[in-house]
């Protein structure tokens, strides 16, 4: 499918703003001249695909670890769970439920419809239902994970029907989402050829139904979704981690679902919004010092158990990078990583100070996102192309290796080397291998591993919320980068008692989910009540 169609699509495939679950898309569609050959359906799939940005836009994949302890948005209060800032009115979450249910509509206008064409091949017409039911049930995933209970809506509405439909019970949603995934797999390729790549194929769907069986705690049918993966054959872990990431590699076959991007017509600003001042870059996600610290050194070891590590040259010692490749691949270090030959400087000191904050150059932390910037890069800024993975092959082995974990199965090198050893052997990493079998011990190591490898990609909230950590993260002091030597007597800004700056204490509401129904639709619809919790 062709991004440029992609573009006119959009535009013909707009929604109206009367009713936020009546987000019916324009007549134009709908008149006598649509919906006759197969070229009109391969239109309103590409208008269906490019709606569907809610969960799967570069700014939601990317940013959502903002509200995690992996890192902070330099713009004030962005990082609303951080800042305890989520109520019924957050933006946000209007945000993400109007634009949900916009997106349902327009699934629900394509399959409504596409029946309408005469003539229509049945296996390709089968193939565009089941892409759409997968973004359908990709929207369902996400509304049952932040509100639990929600609207099902898998019609188009009435304006009537609309401002009093009621809310299904989050059981009801999940079934719908699993049946969904199950119902479209057969229809789903097993790959693209390179003219259709970022459409659906048969692992994506998988994917989210693992996800969502994990999520559920099912971890037997969720590692029979993961374990059909593997055994299609298709994937494989990237020799390149970096280039997975800032557009150098987009049809890599360890990516199996990403958003689509094209510079200049549908495209995006993350070239703008991540990348260092010093490249002309708004350097808005700053990554915390408890992340950094969770990169093991080369030998495999922590910075607290190696004897490699040296605080005084924390990544690089004589020349040589003695931590895992995969810090520098993600983050932006001071004194260290360079962009277009300029090294990159985080200490307020190396940086233009002004006043008695932090400063543009070094941001909240210090610290600046690496992972997704592309350093050679000179197009635009604010329109760049570079696609965004959202489902990888090393999450899939990850999450296999977890589900197993939670089956109570014994584990042997040989799972080992299939899942976590597979993701640590890449080319451009080349971790030691694992080799722990006690399966609370190894747990552990499988928790650093996704968010050292799955950094910034989206996941860690819900891996902490998936583990019932993600309450211990209330009141936690957040630091970046290492200041003084001599804390009790540093008075510039404000650093802990190991010298490193002090961000921020996270403040997390420990009943954040389900998420509230947003005030302004429990204001136009009657049939809704607010959540308990919210209250």
Same mark, same amino acid.
């Given at each position: 499918m062709k991004v440029k169609t992609l573009f006119i699509a959009s535009i013909i495939l707009a929604s109206c703003e009367d009713g936020i679950l009546n987000k019916q898309p324009l007549t134009q569609l709908s008149t006598e001249n649509f919906w006759t050959t197969p070229d009109d359906a391969l239109l309103a799939l590409a208008g269906v695909y490019n709606k569907a940005t809610t969960w799967s836009s570069a700014e939601h994949i990317i940013s959502f670890d903002q509200n995690t302890d992996n890192g902070i948005n330099r713009k004030p209060n962005s990082s609303f769970l951080t800042y305890g800032n989520l109520t019924a009115s957050t933006s946000e979450v209007k945000s993400y439920w109007n634009?949900?249910?916009?997106?349902?509509?327009?699934? /629900?206008?394509?399959? #409504?419809?596409?029946?309408? &064409?005469?003539?229509f091949d049945a296996t390709t017409k089968a193939q565009m239902v089941a892409e759409v039911r997968f973004l359908r049930a990709y929207t369902f995933f996400n509304i049952a994970q932040y509100w639990g209970g929600a609207p099902l809506v898998t019609k188009l509405l009435t304006m009537?029907?609309?401002?009093?439909?009621?809310?299904?019970?989050?059981a009801d949603i999940v079934n719908f989402v699993l049946t969904e995934l199950d119902a479209i797999v057969g229809d789903l390729p097993d790959t693209r050829p390179a003219a259709e790549h970022g459409r659906i194929i048969k692992?994506?769907?998988?994917?989210?139904?693992?996800r969502?069986?994990?999520?559920?705690?099912?971890?037997?049918?969720?590692?029979?979704?993961y374990k059909a993966i593997i055994d299609l054959k298709v994937h494989q872990i990237d020799?390149?981690?970096?280039?997975?990431? /800032?557009?150098?590699? #987009?049809?890599?076959?360890? &990516?199996?679902?990403?958003?689509?991007?094209?510079?200049?017509?549908i495209a995006n600003s993350t070239q703008l919004y991540y990348r260092p001042s010093l490249d002309g870059g708004w350097h808005h996600l700053n990554p915390f010092q408890g992340l950094i610290n969770d990169y093991l050194c080369i030998d495999g070891q922590s910075i607290e158990e190696s004897s490699l590590y040296d605080p005084a040259f924390p990544v690089v010692r004589n020349g040589v990078n003695y931590r895992d490749p995969r810090l520098?691949?993600?983050?932006?270090?001071?004194?260290?990583?360079?962009?277009?030959?300029?090294?990159?400087?985080?200490?307020?000191?190396?940086?233009t100070v002004v006043g008695d904050v932090f400063t543009y150059d070094a941001g909240m932390t210090g610290y600046c996102l690496q992972k997704f910037v592309d350093n050679d890069y000179t197009g635009d800024v604010y329109s760049s192309g570079v696609d965004i993975p959202i489902i990888r092959y090393a999450e899939i082995l990850l999450s296999y290796l977890e589900c197993k974990i939670n089956e109570g199965v014994i584990v042997d090198r040989d799972l080992l080397d299939l899942t976590i050893n597979a993701v640590r052997n890449r080319t451009s990493v080349q971790m030691p291998a694992v080799t722990e079998t006690d399966k609370s011990k190894l747990l552990e190591i499988l928790k650093r591993e996704r968010r050292v490898e799955l950094a910034w990609e989206g996941l860690r909230y819900w891996d902490l919320i998936r583990w019932g950590e993600v309450a211990l993260l209330d009141n936690t002091p957040q630091y970046g980068i290492f200041l003084t030597d001599s804390p009790a007597t540093y008075t510039r800004y404000p650093v802990g008692a190991d010298g490193h700056y002090f961000v921020i204490t996270l403040k997390y509401r420990s009943d954040n989910l389900p998420w509230p129904f947003p005030q302004d639709e429990l204001d136009i619809n009657t049939s809704l009540t607010q959540k308990d919790n919210w209250k």
């Open positions: 634009n949900s249910y916009s997106e349902i509509a327009g699934c /629900n206008y394509f399959l #409504e419809n596409v029946d309408r &064409i005469p003539d009537n029907e609309s401002i009093t439909v009621d809310s299904a019970p989050k692992s994506a769907a998988l994917g989210i139904k693992g969502l069986l994990m999520a559920e705690k099912r971890w037997t049918e969720a590692a029979a979704a020799p390149q981690y970096s280039e997975l990431f /800032n557009g150098k590699n #987009e049809q890599s076959s360890e &990516i199996i679902f990403s958003r689509k991007y094209l510079a200049g017509e520098l691949y993600t983050v932006f270090y001071p004194g260290i990583s360079t962009i277009k030959s300029r090294v990159y400087q985080g200490h307020p000191d190396s940086t």
